[in-house]
């Protein structure tokens, strides 16, 4: 699932003049737990992996992210800081949104800013079912 789903090729060319791409290799940081949040990112190739640091200190993988998925998406919507770090696993290629230029994309193309609001309420609400799914079993089992 893309938050870009539902836009067609007209809005998507309209939104590149929003993004800034980014190449990342191999083990790059994008970016760390802790720091501020200010975009979100799509993957457009390659691999990226979401850490993070348990209370021991530890890095725990949570998942690794592919095309057309976004990372950083809470970042647009409010101003906390990074919850988890993100690396490159591959060499990898981001579009990245600006909280700035998503608020400009809102208010100069409120119909195309809506719909990648919808998409990244479906995938924040798809990753809140799955997280209650995971507790849940993990409760089950102690």
Avoid: W
Avoid at 7 to 13: A, R, S, T, V, Y
Avoid at 63 to 81: C, F, K, L
Avoid at 83 to 89: L, R, W
């Amino acid at each position: 699932m893309s938050i870009l789903d539902k836009l067609d090729f007209k809005e998507l060319n309209l939104i590149a003049r929003y993004v800034e791409v980014i190449q990342a290799v191999p083990g790059e940081i994008i970016f760390k737990e802790g720091d501020k949040g200010d975009s979100l990112c799509l993957v457009a190739e390659g691999l990226v992996d979401v850490f993070k640091t348990s209370e021991a200190g530890e890095e725990i993988l949570l998942s690794t992210v592919s095309r057309g998925r976004p990372i950083g998406e809470m970042a647009v919507i409010d101003n906390s800081v990074r919850s988890a770090t993100v690396k490159a696993q591959t060499k990898a290629t981001l579009l990245t949104l600006s909280r700035e230029n998503f608020d400009s994309l809102l208010e100069e193309h409120c119909q195309v800013g809506s719909k990648i609001l919808k998409g990244i309420s479906r995938f924040l609400s798809l990753n809140m079912r799955q997280t209650s799914s995971k507790l849940a079993d993990q409760l089950h089992t102690n």
